[in-house]
C-alpha cells in the first residue's frame, strides 16, 4: 500500500485524496476511512482534512493515497506510535 511517508520530507505542499486509519473503541473496529485530503508541507506529519471532521495533523503512517483491499487491515504501525500531532 503507497503512503504519504516518502513526501512528508518535501518543501512545497501537496493536496491530495486519502485514506486514514483510525483505531477502534468500545463499539467499533480500527478501520480505514476515505474521503479525507492530505497535504504535505515542511511541517511534521500530514494535515488531514474531511468536510465531517475538524482539520488535524496526523503522522504519515496513518494515511494511505490507495483504498485498502481491506478496510480492517491494519498499516505497519511504529513502535511508541504518536497517533496525532499538535
Not at 476511512?33 to 515542511?42: I, K, N, P, R, W
Not at 488531514?48 to 495533523?57: A, F
Not at 490507495?66 to 498499516?75: N, Y
Amino acid at each position: 500500500m503507497r503512503t504519504l511517508q516518502s513526501l512528508v520530507g518535501v518543501t512545497s505542499m501537496k493536496r491530495e485524496r486519502c485514506w486514514v486509519w483510525f483505531r477502534g473503541g468500545l463499539n467499533q473496529k480500527s478501520h480505514w476511512e476515505g474521503g479525507f485530503y492530505a497535504t504535505t508541507d515542511e511541517q511534521e506529519g500530514v494535515l488531514i482534512q474531511h468536510g465531517s471532521y475538524r482539520d488535524t495533523r496526523v503522522p504519515a503512517w496513518r494515511v494511505s493515497q490507495q483504498e485498502p483491499t481491506d478496510l480492517h487491515t491494519a498499516p505497519e504501525i511504529p513502535e511508541d506510535a504518536v497517533w496525532k500531532i499538535n
